[in-house]
T-cell receptor
Framework: TQLLEQSPQFLSIQEGENLTVYCNSS?????LQWYRQEPGEGPVLLVT?????EVKKLKRLTFQFGDARKDSSLHITAAQPGDTGLYLC?????????????FGPGTRLSVLP | NAGVTQTPKFRVLKTGQSMTLLCAQD?????MYWYRQDPGMGLRLIHY???????AKGEVPDGYNVSRLKKQNFLLGLESAAPSQTSVYFC?????????????FGDGTRLSIL
């Protein structure tokens, strides 16, 4: 069973600060996705990374896929209260038929005004 | 656009009762999934479907059954509810297999088993 670990589990910061959250595994993934989930709603996809070492930017959010495709990070610059939410990473490997797809437990971020 | 719609949004059951959760998507997606979300454990896959008339087991299938008689609908059934099935259930769909495809989620069904 492939496992994804996320750290930190909880993070509370002030508006304007920078932060990085991590997604780690001992397994290799063919692709990795980051989702954000707000209270009372389902997760919403932020980005998909597929190439080792790949970096993608989405406004103030920067996502990186590790060279070995076992880990990923999400960096937020100048965090805003609207960034508050649960950040989930999800990794896929093998074929497309679902045996090897897993979500991490998430990092719960709170950005205080 | 409705996207993925789950009904009901909330439900309280007694141990041993049965119920069906309905998921409907209007995006003509081939793949549909049922997850449960428990504190500190992320989303765990219960069952999934790769097309109309197909179903397959995920990570935690015991105690649940599913059906996909129509492409747009994916039903999750609990035949005899147990307190361990208290959770938030999410349905999702994707155009093709996950990984490179975004999964579109509903807003969840909050289920309590007393």
């Amino acid at each position: 069973t492939q496992l994804l670990e996320q750290s930190p589990q909880f993070l509370s910061i002030q508006e304007g600060e920078n932060l990085t959250v991590y997604c780690n595994s001992s397994s290799v993934f063919s692709s990795l996705q980051w989702y954000r989930q707000e209270p009372g709603e389902g997760p919403v996809l932020l980005v998909t990374v597929v190439t080792g070492g790949e970096v993608k930017k989405l406004k103030r959010l920067t996502f990186q896929f590790g060279d070995a495709r076992k880990d990923s990070s999400l960096h937020i610059t100048a965090a805003q209260p609207g960034d508050t939410g649960l950040y989930l990473c999800a990794g896929a490997s093998g074929d497309n038929y679902g045996q090897n797809f897993v979500f991490g437990p998430g990092t719960r971020l709170s950005v205080l005004p | 656009n409705a996207g993925v719609t789950q009904t009901p949004k909330f439900r309280v059951l007694k141990t041993g009762q049965s119920m069906t959760l309905l998921c409907a998507q209007d995006m003509n997606h081939e793949y549909m999934y049922w997850y449960r979300q428990d504190p500190g454990m992320g989303l765990r896959l219960i069952h999934y479907s790769v097309g109309e008339g197909t179903t397959a087991k995920g990570e935690v299938p015991d105690g649940y059954n599913v059906s996909r008689l129509k492409k747009q609908n994916f039903l999750l059934g609990l035949e005899s509810a147990a307190p361990s099935q208290t959770s938030v259930y999410f349905c999702a769909s994707s155009r093709r297999g996950w990984g490179n495809q975004p999964q579109h989620f509903g807003d969840g069904t909050r289920l309590s088993i007393l």
